[in-house]
């Protein structure tokens, strides 16, 4: 019923900058936060930043400072602004949004498939 697609994702250099992109489609009636998960090789998926359709935002610690999320609810997307990458911020990144559809009238958790984010020189 809702359809994540991610873009956004590859190799980077330590240091460097990249930029993750989400859309959300489908039945659609309200989203109430998105955001971005990441699991790196043997570890838990981990909350990356969430936004809530007001604007409120949750990030991890180690994040702060460096990675920014943004969305467009009109387009139902969200993107996830990552600068001053580090090696251990490589990981595969799922977006995520909790959406009311026309059939289930509370909010569910959609995922995407995920994209790789290599941070290596």
């Known amino acids: 019923q809702v359809q994540l697609v991610e873009s956004g994702g590859g190799l980077v250099q330590p240091g460097g900058s990249m930029r993750l992109s989400c859309a959300a489609s489908?039945?659609?009636?309200?989203?109430?936060?998105m955001g971005w998960y990441r699991q790196a090789p043997g570890k838990l998926r981990e909350l990356v930043a969430s936004?809530?359709?007001?604007?409120?935002?949750n990030s991890v610690d180690s994040v702060k400072g460096r990675f920014t999320i943004s969305r467009d609810n009109a387009k139902n997307t969200v993107d996830l602004q990552m600068n001053s990458l580090k090696v251990e911020d490589s990981a595969v990144y799922y977006c995520?949004?909790?959406?009311?559809?026309?059939?289930?009238?509370?909010?569910?958790?959609?995922w995407g498939k995920g994209t790789l984010v290599t941070v290596s020189s």
């Open positions: 936004i809530t359709s007001g604007g409120y935002v």
């Open positions: 489908g039945s659609i009636v309200k989203i109430n936060s």
């Open positions: 995520n949004a909790v959406v009311v559809t026309t059939s289930v009238p509370y909010g569910v958790d959609y």
